[in-house]
């Protein structure tokens, strides 16, 4: 049976003079994608914990929070506290991410790692069983409207396999230039769900571009 991709638009393309507006129009997707980022893990500052509470009071739809910050372990729990469906950090900031993880999901969150393009995926499958999903970057984080960078998708077959041979239901997530043109070749390479920003939000009619991803991806 084939997967059905799971669309997460990032609200960092929104226009966050119109933020309500801009999450209504994604109605049509799965998640809303919000990305934190300190200005010391990554070199560019977005927003944080307020900034996704509002989120939350004009949507049900599920957070999936990324945090591109230093020291997780302080900031993570109050995001799963605050009501975030996933929280995913960066195993490169983490002093350790298994016991992370642990405590996301004993605060009713998913739990998630992330890793950057450069940083590889295997010294990580010994925690897999305690993780809900694996976030992908194929750009470097911090800033939206990257290119795409192919060579990750190896590492994406490699993770892909690994949780198929074991059965888990640990998903794959890929941020980073996803466009109509490059996720097809990340759904067959075993990519569960899709953040998309300028994909979606530099398009007139955002349910359209929300359902031209979900063709392209299976086409």
Not at 12 to 39: K, N, P
Not at 70 to 75: C, K, L
Not at 152 to 157: A, E, H, I, W, Y
């Amino acid at each position: 049976m084939q997967r059905e991709p799971l669309i997460a638009p990032s609200i960092l393309s929104a226009d966050f003079a119109h933020l309500a507006d801009d999450i209504a129009a994604i109605a049509s997707a799965d998640w809303v994608h919000v990305d934190v980022m300190d200005g010391h893990f990554v070199p560019n500052l977005s927003f944080g914990l307020p900034v996704m509470k509002a989120v939350g009071k004009v949507t049900d739809m599920p957070l999936d929070v990324h945090l591109m910050i230093d020291d997780p372990e302080r900031w993570a729990p109050d995001y799963a506290k605050s009501g975030a469906y996933s929280v995913t950090f960066h195993v490169e900031a983490s002093k350790d991410p298994a016991a992370l993880c642990a405590t996301l999901r004993e605060l009713g969150s998913r739990a998630a790692i992330s890793v950057k393009p450069g940083t590889p995926i295997e010294p990580y499958f010994d925690i897999l069983d305690a993780v809900d999903m694996v976030l992908i970057m194929s750009v470097e984080p911090g800033f939206g409207g990257q290119s795409f960078m192919p060579e990750v998708l190896d590492k994406v077959r490699v993770l892909r396999a690994e949780i198929d041979r074991r059965n888990l239901p640990t998903l794959i997530e890929i941020d980073g230039g996803i466009t109509v043109d490059t996720i097809g070749s990340c759904y067959q390479a075993g990519v569960d769900a899709f953040v998309a920003g300028s994909a979606v939000y530099n398009q007139v009619d955002r349910a359209e571009a929300i359902a031209k991803l979900r063709e392209a991806a299976m086409a």
